[in-house]
């Protein structure tokens, strides 16, 4: 395996990012933003649009993937059976306009860019499913989890 920065390896590079996520999740909380928006900005800041520190994809790739894991597992763990059976109709409401509203806004956005039908339904059913994971994990971090439109969106 080569070494992908001109100072050492994989190691190397993977400490960069971690040193500017941390960097990055502090800003967000100074500016009172949810870490995982921060943490998404940080993404794209260090990729290739921007300072295209990321040379060694596949080993990020991983990162990526066992991070998407650990939040799935972490909004698992959230899910209470009982909380969808009283919040019931409203949710099934709320939910079903989310992935409506989103499946369609994306599935626009998608085809204004460019891209074909196929890419775009792909691109917008993983738009609803991303952004509930991520409104689920910010209302988790806000403590508003339990509140009536936590539940109502946990639901």
Excluded: N
């Amino acid at each position: 395996m080569e070494d992908t920065l001109a100072h050492g390896s994989v190691f190397y590079e993977i400490s960069i990012l971690l040193v500017i996520s941390v960097i990055g999740g502090y800003l967000g909380m100074f500016l009172r933003q949810p870490l995982v928006v921060s943490f998404i900005m940080v993404g794209i800041f260090v990729g290739p649009s921007f300072l295209d520190i990321v040379q060694s994809s596949e080993h990020i790739d991983l990162l990526a993937h066992l991070g998407i894991s650990l939040l799935l597992f972490v909004v698992g763990l959230k899910l209470d059976l009982q909380l969808i059976r009283t919040t019931g109709a409203v949710a099934t409401m709320t939910g079903l306009g989310q992935v409506l509203f989103t499946s369609i806004i994306g599935f626009g956005i998608c085809i204004w860019m460019g891209y074909g039908v196929v890419e775009s339904t792909y691109v917008s059913v993983a738009l609803t499913v991303s952004s509930t994971i991520i409104i689920v994990k910010l209302l988790s971090d806000k403590g508003e989890a339990d509140s009536l439109h936590g539940r109502v969106a946990l639901g």
